[in-house]
């Protein structure tokens, strides 16, 4: 399986946010969507950056209430590790468990954003994945 198909199976819709926006604003769409990252860009297309649940907590832990006053700018992270559509599980699992990252967005062949996944996204296909392999073997076994 790969990011194509996992796109394909969850759609290709990206949340996203402009550098201007504070970090309140980032914690009420994420609470509000139910996602746990945001890809900052000002057109939908180029990556800026990206903002976690994980550079909210790391700000206000550093700076109280008064972090949710900050632009998103000042908190995202700019060295943005992405994934393309013909990436596998496997490549997914290795950059999520390397980078200690929990989403990737997804680029076409010209780097503009085409998606996301978030590793519950790779957990839900390596077992899709998994759950057709056992069922071959069974099938196999039982010899039909």
Excluded: W
């Excluded at 700019?78 to 393309?84: L, N």
């Excluded at 596998?88 to 699992?93: H, N, P, Y």
Aim: aromatic letters at 2%; glycine letters at 12%; a negative charge.
């Amino acid at each position: 399986m790969n990011v194509q198909s996992i796109l394909g199976s969850k759609g290709s819709a990206v949340e996203t946010v402009a550098q201007t926006a504070t970090l309140f604003d980032v914690a009420r769409q994420l609470g509000e969507r139910k996602i746990g990252a945001l890809v900052v860009s000002g057109d939908g297309r180029a990556i800026e950056g990206i903002v976690s649940e994980r550079d909210i907590v790391r700000a206000t832990a550093g700076a109280g209430a008064e972090a949710l006053e900050r632009p998103v700018g000042s908190v995202m992270s700019t060295d943005v590790i992405t994934c393309s559509c013909g990436d596998g599980v496997d490549r997914l699992m290795s950059l999520m468990t390397e980078r200690r990252i929990r989403h990737l967005p997804v680029v076409d062949d010209d780097g503009h954003l085409a998606g996301i996944i978030s590793i519950g996204d790779v957990v839900k296909a390596r077992l899709a994945e998994l759950e057709h392999e056992n069922e071959a073997l069974t099938q196999y076994i039982s010899g039909h």
